[in-house]
Every structure is written in structure tokens, then in C-alpha cells.
């Protein structure tokens, strides 16, 4: 029999603590879809997703039922689309229509893949590719794009990085609030198995089909944190550690399951934090149940390197396959304690940053002023770039020039997406510098062979 | 397949018999069962073998949902799986 406090405590982690699995995401090969237009390759695109993932949602939701843990999201992600119209890049939109009608029909939150990997150069075919973003984002609902400017062994490619701040604000321009720039993320060392959005695509290397699990649970770790008040960072690093493991073995016991019921192959658990805008499900008062005043100030970043780390730790032992991201996330407006810090000025861009250096990813969901130019969008993402690249991690850039909005003003995205305080950034001109283009070249310690 | 049936809320009588009328109904077997009262709270936990249950787990999850509402009582059946990955390494 079971120990009643072990049931006791999973129950409540559900019910109080905001357990749950964050996505189920169904990596779909689309190389087989190739054909010799771009209308046969939409069509070929749309049959195998909708037929690869038919059974994706009722079979995730079935699960769900079963162990009576909540799984919020159902997701795609394929093969960067760049790779597949190749031969067609200006007509790369029809891709991009087919596939949100692919995830209309199946049901799935959203789609990910619209992607091209321009670590190391900009074909010209990535080059058409890329300026079709803007447009595919405002005429699509559930589509995702990312672009991974740079990696630790190629550098980072500034011609990339000047046309991704151009790329940002055009998409602001086009959609509501700029809403398109919140399924939009510029990556360094991009994952290829990672399943969270806006970043999720379907690597090269991976199987034809494959599901990939995020977990969650800030709230979960926060609240084991508060029966340990007096606790040193040694033994509060121990709390997390053990939190996570049992919330990833939560997360590995779903994915196994859901694979197993859909016929492909397990790819990976990611470890991860998310939080969400509901109270109770904060990556940032974690932070602040360590003993921080507020998310932002001095210590920040120290808080949140243990957590990362812990994190890693406790998941790692809790599953057979480790991928994608891993480690806490940050977004600005997806986080009630993040929100509330930036409304109160507390936290600012230059810490965000330095807290990227450390977390899983990097500056995340932030709105910043509409009238941001796009060499100062470029100067952020080379910033977070350089970051990923000399530390060897993945570093992204997600942040919305709110068309007409300042300083002060409020975006609202809604639902998971949540709300976010425009935040200011630097005033400084950055024109010059993005505009000499070339290439940042890779560190000396990327030569490992 | 064994499940985990948790009944939780405020403790009153008659919460054992209506969930085993229940379980009963609906032919599922009821392994061990502990009770305890956690803070001001009433805690049951059943350990129960559906396989002669015609229904499968997600449906009776969510009827055992909706009698736990009847009879005002949080009443949750789960795989127990999901507690085995939680607690033991």
C-alpha cells in the first residue's frame, strides 16, 4: 500500500501546487514532403501532419485522465521549413498556411518549425526564406517561427542577427498589440528536441517521428521551499533538487506513455520550470522565497543559478533521456512575480540579461518600446547571442516592440501568453555596429577535437 | 490495472459507504484502504483493482468525480503509476 503522505502530497501538488505537464510535443520529420512545387509540398505537408499526429490530442488527453495529472498542451514541431522549399522560398507562406490548417484540424495548441538554422551563413534560399516570417505570423494562429543566428562551434552570424531585428519589427507592424512577435524566437545553439514554443522544430538528426515531453512546476518547488524557511542554500538546493526529480518522473512516466501509445519513439524529457501568470506558478517568487525582496535586485542571478542547477540535478536522475532546454525559464509577461517586479520597476533589462547567462534560455517575452529600432532589436539579440555562444548554451531573444506603446504602458496577450509592462531599453544607437554584418567568430574553446 | 482512489473534504458519515456502493457498482475491487485526518482534514485512500471494470479508468474517474460532488467530498481514481514514478526511485 501506498504511503498516505506520498498520495497526500501528489494530490496536492495537482491541486494546490500547479503541477502539471506542460507539453506533450509530436516531432514530425517533414524531408518526405518534399516535392516539385511549393502547392504539391503544402499539400504533402499538410497529409503527413495531419496523419502522423491524428491521435496525438485524444491520446494525451486520455493519459491525462488516467493519471489524473493535468497536460496543458498538445504541440507539433517539424522539420525547419527552410529546408523543405528550398527550391521555392518566396512561396514558403503556402507551407506556412498548410500547416496551421494541419494544426486547426488536429487540434493542437500550436505548431512549431517555420524555422531556418543560420548559425553559420545565410543561403539565399534562408535569406527569401526568412523574409516570408513576417507575413506567414500574421496570416497564421497556431504557426511558430524561430531562426538560430549562432552556435558555440560556428559563431554567430550578424548578417542573421541585422535582418532578425528587422524581421521583428515588421511582424510587430502586422500584428495585433505585435502579437506575431510572441511565436517569433531568435536562438543561439538552438535544441533540436526541444518541445516548448515559440522554439520548437524538429532537428535533422531525430527520428521521423518522436514525442518530446516539457514538465513544469515553479509552484511545486516554491512551496517545498516554504516549510524550509531558516534553511542554508546547500539544503535548499537539496529541496529543489529532490521537487524536481519527483516532477520529472511525472513527466517521464506521461511521455513513455503517450509514446507508447502512439506507436513512435520516446525523445526526451525537458526539464523545465515554465511558469504561467497564475499566481502560485512563479519561476521569480521561487527566487524570492530563497530570501530575495524582490525578483531583480542584487542576488538575483546567484538564486537563480542554484535553482537552474538544482533543476538539472534532481531531473536528470529522474529520466532516461534528458533534451531540449532544460532549466528554469524567464519570460517576462508568462510570469505573475516577473510582471509584477517590471510594473514595479524592480527588475530591469540589464538584469534580465545577466540572469539569461545562468537560466535556460534567455530574454524572454518582454515588451519593449514600439518605437525600438530594429538595429537596437539586432544589438539585444547579438548581446544574447555572444552570451550563448562563448558560454556554450542556448541563449534566445523574444521581445515585442508593441506598436504605439511606451514606456509604461501595458501589452496584453492573453491566456498563457499573459501581460506585460513595457520595459525601457537603452538608448544608445547600435546602427553602426549591427550594420558591419560579418560574422562573430566562434571562441577558442569551441575546438575541442 | 490498479488505481488509486482518493476520497478528501471534511469528514462527516457514511463517506466509506457511499464510495464503496460506488466502487462496487461499478465492479471494481477494493484492495486496502487507510484512512487518516490530515490537519482538519479527512484523507481516505483506497488501493483498487479495476480489471473486472467493463468501463476504462478515464471514465471512471470522471463518475467518481461527479459522486464526489454528490456527496460533497473531493473524490479523485488514478493510475497508480503516476504515484509509483513520484515516490519511489
Known amino acids: ?449 | 490495472m490498479k488505481a488509486v482512489v482518493t476520497v478528501t473534504g471534511t469528514d462527516r458519515k457514511g463517506i466509506i459507504a457511499q464510495v464503496s456502493a460506488f466502487l462496487s457498482e461499478k465492479n471494481i475491487n477494493i484492495l486496502d484502504i487507510s484512512q487518516t485526518i490530515l490537519g482538519d482534514r479527512f484523507a481516505m485512500i483506497m488501493l483498487v483493482d479495476t480489471s473486472e471494470c467493463s468501463e476504462d479508468l478515464a471514465s471512471v474517474s470522471a463518475a467518481a468525480a461527479e459522486m464526489g460532488r454528490d456527496i460533497g467530498m473531493s473524490v479523485r481514481v488514478q493510475h497508480e503509476d503516476i504515484f509509483n514514478a513520484m515516490h519511489t526511485v
Open chain 1, 1 to 449: 500500500m501506498f504511503n498516505s503522505t506520498d498520495v497526500i502530497e501528489t494530490i496536492d501538488m495537482i491541486e494546490k501546487e500547479h503541477l502539471d505537464v506542460r507539453t506533450v510535443t509530436m516531432g514530425i520529420s517533414l524531408l518526405p514532403c518534399v516535392r516539385e512545387s511549393a502547392e504539391k509540398t503544402a499539400e504533402a505537408v499538410y497529409g503527413r501532419v495531419c496523419k502522423c499526429a491524428e491521435k496525438l490530442v485524444p491520446t494525451v488527453e486520455q493519459v491525462s485522465r488516467e493519471y489524473g495529472i493535468p497536460i496543458v498542451n498538445k504541440r507539433v514541431s517539424v522539420t525547419p521549413v527552410s529546408l523543405i522549399t528550398a527550391a521555392f522560398p518566396e512561396k514558403s507562406a503556402l507551407v506556412a498556411l498548410a500547416l496551421d490548417r494541419a494544426a486547426d484540424a488536429l487540434g493542437v495548441d500550436f505548431l512549431g518549425g517555420y524555422s531556418a538554422l543560420v548559425h553559420k551563413a545565410t543561403a539565399d534560399y534562408e535569406r527569401a526564406f526568412l523574409k516570408t516570417i513576417p507575413e506567414a505570423l500574421a496570416s497564421t494562429k497556431k504557426l511558430c517561427a524561430s531562426v538560430n543566428v549562432g552556435s558555440t562551434r560556428s559563431g554567430v552570424n550578424m548578417d542573421a542577427v541585422k535582418l532578425v531585428g528587422e524581421l521583428v519589427k515588421e511582424t510587430a507592424r502586422l500584428t495585433p498589440e505585435g502579437i506575431g512577435c510572441a511565436k517569433f524566437v531568435a536562438f543561439c545553439n538552438a535544441a533540436e528536441d526541444n518541445p516548448f514554443m515559440a522554439g520548437a522544430f524538429h532537428g535533422v538528426g531525430e527520428a521521423d517521428c518522436t514525442i518530446n515531453v516539457g514538465v513544469s512546476g515553479p509552484g511545486v518547488v516554491q512551496h517545498a521551499l516554504s516549510f524550509a524557511p531558516e534553511a542554508d542554500l546547500t539544503e535548499a538546493a537539496e529541496i529543489i533538487k529532490r521537487t524536481a526529480f519527483k516532477i520529472t518522473r511525472a513527466g517521464q512516466l506521461v511521455a513513455k506513455e503517450a509514446a507508447r501509445r502512439l506507436g513512435v519513439p520516446f525523445g526526451v524529457v525537458d526539464l523545465s520550470l515554465a511558469p504561467t501568470p497564475a499566481r502560485g506558478d512563479s519561476v521569480a517568487h521561487i527566487l524570492e522565497e530563497l530570501g530575495l525582496e524582490t525578483v531583480g535586485g542584487h542576488g538575483t542571478t546567484a538564486a537563480l543559478a542554484m535553482l537552474n542547477d538544482a533543476v538539472k540535478k534532481g531531473g536528470v536522475m529522474a529520466s532516461s533521456r534528458v533534451g531540449g532546454l532544460s532549466g528554469a525559464f524567464i519570460p517576462v509577461s508568462e510570469d505573475i512575480g516577473m510582471i509584477e517586479a517590471a510594473e514595479r520597476g524592480a527588475i530591469t533589462f540589464d538584469k534580465l540579461e545577466a540572469m539569461t547567462c545562468v537560466c535556460s534560455v534567455g530574454l524572454d517575452m518582454i515588451a519593449i518600446p514600439g518605437d525600438t529600432p530594429a538595429s537596437t532589436i539586432s544589438a539585444i539579440l547579438a548581446d544574447e547571442a555572444a552570451i550563448g555562444m562563448v558560454n556554450g548554451k542556448t541563449t534566445a531573444v523574444r521581445v515585442i516592440p508593441a506598436p504605439g506603446k511606451k514606456v509604461g504602458d501595458t501589452v496584453n496577450f492573453g491566456g498563457l501568453l499573459g501581460r506585460a509592462p513595457v520595459m525601457p531599453v537603452h538608448t544608445g544607437s547600435a546602427e553602426k555596429f549591427i550594420s558591419r554584418g560579418g560574422i562573430l567568430p566562434a571562441p577558442i574553446h569551441s575546438f575541442k577535437n
